[in-house]
């Protein structure tokens, strides 16, 4: 088991921020990884799946995440599978109308040949944990 974790703070109101990121199809606008981000199920509540392609050292992976728990301006977390790896996001928010913390946290489980990878992940795990907190606080502040 891998994960990253990283806390960001904007001056952008809590429900602006918890909008735009339990949307999961505005990953690619915040998530270096993410290239494209469809939903394929649901209303954007706990149960809607939505299809990632993502691109992590340098390999294309495609994954299905379900929204597993939505408290509205408190807590979004959602699980994503393929056949290399398992991964649970959990974004933890706290705030009010004049600025936000979020909390992301993901721990990916690698799975099959993948864990033959295992030894890069840390530094691997690092950048990205660090572009996306970035990449993150620039979007945030911008909405």
């Known amino acids: 088991m891998a994960d990253v974790?990283?806390?960001?703070?904007v001056p952008t109101p809590i429900d602006r921020v918890f909008s735009y990121l339990t949307d999961f199809t505005n990953s690619p606008e915040?998530?270096?990884?993410?290239?494209?981000t469809e939903r394929t199920s649901g209303d954007g509540g706990v149960g809607t799946i939505y299809h990632n392609t993502s691109e992590f050292v340098g390999k294309r992976t495609e994954l299905d995440y379900v929204v597993k728990e939505l408290v509205p301006n408190e807590r979004f977390v959602m699980r994503g599978e393929n056949e290399t790896v398992t991964t649970v996001d959990t974004m933890i928010f706290s705030g009010d109308a004049t600025g936000t913390t979020v909390t992301y946290h993901a721990d990916?489980?690698?799975?099959?040949?993948a864990k033959l990878a295992a030894p890069a992940m840390p530094a691997a795990l690092k950048k990205l944990g660090d572009d996306t907190a970035q990449l993150l606080e620039e979007k945030l502040t911008a909405l």
Do not use: Q
């Open 5 to 9: 974790e990283r806390s960001i703070t």
């Open 30 to 36: 915040w998530d270096p990884g993410s290239v494209k």
């Open 108 to 113: 990916f489980e690698l799975k099959g040949a």
